[in-house]
C-alpha cells in the first residue's frame, strides 16, 4: 500500500492523485496557519509533550487542516487511524469498528477514531461513543464545520476538548501556493494581482485552492495571465454561508453591532455579505426594523419608519433596486443617535408586572358605571388632567400598595433630549403637587 504521506511522483500503474493529497504534509510542523493549535504553548503541543493525548474536536471550516492533523496525530502517538464519515456510516457499521478497536486494543495496539461531520449523527448514536472512549477502547477525534455547543452532546463535549482552527489568512495561501510550485517544478502562469485573485478566490480554503492551482497549473498558455483573463477562466468559489447555521448567525450578529456601533461601511459590508450569500432580504428588513426598535427607539421616531418603508419597497419593487431600499435604511439605521431606554424601560416593567401579580389599579381611575360601584368608592376622587393647572393633575396611576416605578430614563442625544426634559418637566410638576395636596 502506498504512503499517504508520501508527496513522490505517481506510480504508473496507478491514477494520478490530487494535488491535496500529494501535498498533504508529512508532520504537524508543516500544517499550515493553525499555530493556536498545533505551537509548542498551545494545547495539541502541550498534550503531545506531555504524552497524554484525549479525545478532541476539530471544529473549523473546509479546508483547514482537520483530516490531515488527525492523521498525523495517530502517526505522532502509533495509534491506529480508523477514518469514518457520519455521512455513511450507520449503527452497524460503528459496532463493526468499536469491535475491531477492542480486538485491536487487546493486541496492544490503540486506535484514534477520526469521524468526520461528527455533528450529522444524532444524539443515541452520540451517545454510542461514550463507552468506548471511556474504557480506552478509541481515542475520538471528531471534526465538524458546526458549532459544537448547538450539535454535539453536553456528555460528549464533556469528554473531549474543543480546538478551533481558523480559516487560512491570504500569508497562509501564499505559503501554500508556493508550496504547490515546488511540488510541480515551476511557477504558476499569473502576474501579481492575478496570483492575489487566486487566493482570495480560494476563501481561506486550502483544499480548494490546491484544487484552483492544479486547474491553473494544466493550463497551455504563453506569458502570464492577467486578473481578467483568469476571472473569465476560473469560477471564484462561492462564500461559506450557511442560512440555517453558524455563519447566519455570526453574520447577522456582525451587522447589528456594527448599526449599534453607528459604523456605516461595517453595516453596509454584512449587510452584503449576507445578500451575496444568498440570505433572505425580508429576514434583513425584519432584523433592521427590530433594530430601529431595540437600539435607537425613541431616539430617533424616525428610523422605524423608515426601516418598514424600506421592507414595503422591496416587497413592491423586489432585486435590485429593493435591495438598495434596505442598504439605505442601515445607513440611516448606523448613523442614527442610539438608545436602548425605551427597551429597557420595557424589560423593567415587565419585570415589575410579574412581581406585583394582581394589584389592582387605584379606585380613584376605575370608571364606576353601576351604583354599586359608586358605592364602592369607584371613580372617587378622580382629577380630570384637562381641568388641572398645566393639563396635569400629578395623581398616583400605580397600584395602592405598589412604590412609582421609574422605568423609562431617555438619554441625552436625539429626538429623546427633548424627551428627556418633558419626564423632567412632570416629574417636577407631580413633586409640587403632591408636596402641597392636603393630608387627610
Known amino acids: 500500500m502506498p504512503d499517504l504521506f508520501d508527496t513522490g511522483s505517481d506510480s504508473p500503474t496507478t491514477a494520478p492523485r490530487p494535488m491535496a493529497d500529494r501535498l498533504r504534509p508529512r508532520s504537524l510542523g508543516e500544517v499550515i496557519g493553525q499555530e493556536q493549535v498545533l505551537g509548542p504553548d498551545a494545547p495539541l503541543g502541550i498534550m503531545l509533550a506531555s504524552g497524554s493525548l484525549s479525545s478532541l474536536i476539530l471544529w473549523g471550516p473546509p479546508g483547514v487542516g482537520k483530516t490531515t492533523i488527525a492523521r498525523l496525530l495517530a502517526r505522532e502517538t502509533d495509534l491506529h487511524f480508523e477514518q469514518i464519515s457520519a455521512i455513511f456510516t450507520g449503527v452497524p457499521e460503528l459496532r463493526k469498528v468499536f469491535e475491531s478497536a477492542k480486538l485491536r486494543r487487546r493486541n496492544g495496539k ?33 471534526a465538524t464545520t458546526e458549532n459544537p455547543s448547538f450539535e454535539l452532546n453536553a456528555a460528549l463535549l464533556s469528554r473531549a476538548q474543543v480546538l478551533v482552527l481558523n480559516r487560512l489568512t491570504l500569508a497562509d495561501l501564499e505559503r501554500l501556493a508556493q508550496r504547490a510550485e515546488h511540488e510541480l517544478g515551476r511557477a504558476l502562469p499569473l502576474d501579481g494581482p492575478a496570483r492575489e485573485a487566486l487566493l482570495e478566490m480560494a476563501d481561506g480554503d486550502g483544499r480548494a485552492l490546491l484544487n484552483l492551482i492544479e486547474q491553473v497549473a494544466a493550463w497551455k498558455v504563453g506569458g502570464k495571465l492577467g486578473t481578467e483573463a483568469l476571472t473569465t477562466r476560473l469560477m471564484k468559489r462561492a462564500a461559506k454561508y450557511d442560512k440555517s447555521g453558524d455563519e447566519h448567525y455570526n ?44 437600539d435607537i427607539g425613541l431616539a430617533d421616531p424616525q428610523a422605524q419608519t423608515i426601516c418598514l418603508h424600506a421592507w414595503e419597497t422591496y416587497e413592491r419593487l423586489g432585486s435590485p433596486e429593493g435591495e438598495l431600499a434596505l442598504a439605505q435604511a442601515v445607513t440611516y439605521l448606523a448613523l442614527a443617535p442610539k438608545s436602548n431606554a425605551g427597551y429597557v424601560a420595557f424589560k423593567a416593567a415587565m419585570d415589575a408586572a410579574r412581581k406585583t401579580g394582581s394589584e389592582p389599579p387605584p379606585k380613584h381611575i376605575l370608571n364606576a358605571p353601576t351604583r354599586l360601584m359608586e358605592q364602592q368608592g369607584y371613580g372617587a376622587g378622580y382629577a380630570y388632567d384637562h381641568d388641572a393647572q398645566d393639563g396635569f393633575s400629578g395623581q398616583n396611576y400605580f397600584p395602592e400598595t405598589m ?11 436625539g429626538f429623546e433630549r427633548e424627551l428627556k426634559k418633558r419626564v423632567d418637566f412632570f416629574a417636577g410638576l407631580r413633586s409640587k403637587r403632591q408636596s402641597t395636596k392636603p393630608r387627610n
Open 251 to 294: 453574520l447577522i450578529s456582525a451587522l447589528h453591532k456594527s448599526v449599534r456601533g453607528s459604523d456605516p461601511d461595517a453595516a453596509l459590508y454584512w449587510f452584503s455579505r449576507m445578500l451575496t450569500g444568498g440570505e433572505d432580504p425580508r429576514f434583513l428588513a425584519r432584523r433592521l426594523t427590530r433594530m430601529a426598535v431595540e
Open 110 to 142: 490503540g486506535t484514534l477514531l477520526f469521524v468526520d461531520e461528527i455533528h450529522r449523527f444524532n444524539k443515541a448514536q452520540q451517545d454510542g461513543f461514550l463507552p468506548h472512549m471511556e474504557d480506552g477502547t478509541i481515542l475520538l477525534v471528531g
Open 403 to 413: 412604590k412609582r416605578g421609574v422605568y423609562y430614563q431617555p438619554v441625552d442625544r
